[in-house]
């Protein structure tokens, strides 16, 4: 049986105190209750940063997870610190999506990307707009299981 996967998306700003003890929590349970050991995170806001400090402090427990860093194109920050990238992230992936995909599409097309290739995703969403709203509703429509940390508006 292949390794069950899970995907992140949320507000790249917000405020929310409990999120980063709410995410350990939320990520724990998925390992040890749902076998899940590989968790793909996008490089694009305040949300992702919290993800990718949780799963770094649950890899301390379960150095069996992976964590992966899913972006649409390498990016100049990426190439000139690769060594710090690499030493974050297990794997660094450029997602499967058209060349000709325009430029403001990229990073909803990435997020896509990911729900299509993971069983769960975990989002910060509070209200009906925008990229990470937007995610959830894909996430939705493809019958994946999401977990939602954000008192929804």
Known sequence: ?????????????????TIAARLKETIT???????????WV???GKFDSY?????????????QIKLELIIPYLTKDIELYKEYYYKKYDHILISEIPNNTPAKFK??????YMVRACDYLICYV???????????TYAKRKSKTVINLAPFD
């Not at 992140?8 to 405020?15: K, M």
């Not at 993800?51 to 427990?61: F, H």
């Not at 509070?126 to 959830?136: I, N, S």
């Open 126 to 136: 509070k209200h009906t707009y925008g990229g990470a709203y937007k995610t959830l």
């Open 107 to 112: 990073i909803i097309k990435n997020n896509e």
């Open 42 to 44: 996008g490089n694009y």
């Open 1 to 17: 049986m292949a390794n069950k996967r899970c995907c992140f998306a949320g507000h790249s700003s917000f405020y929310d105190v």
């Open 51 to 63: 993800a990718v400090s949780a799963l770094q402090e649950c890899k301390q427990l379960y150095p």
């Open 29 to 39: 349970k998925l390992i040890e209750e749902e076998q899940v050991y590989e968790f």
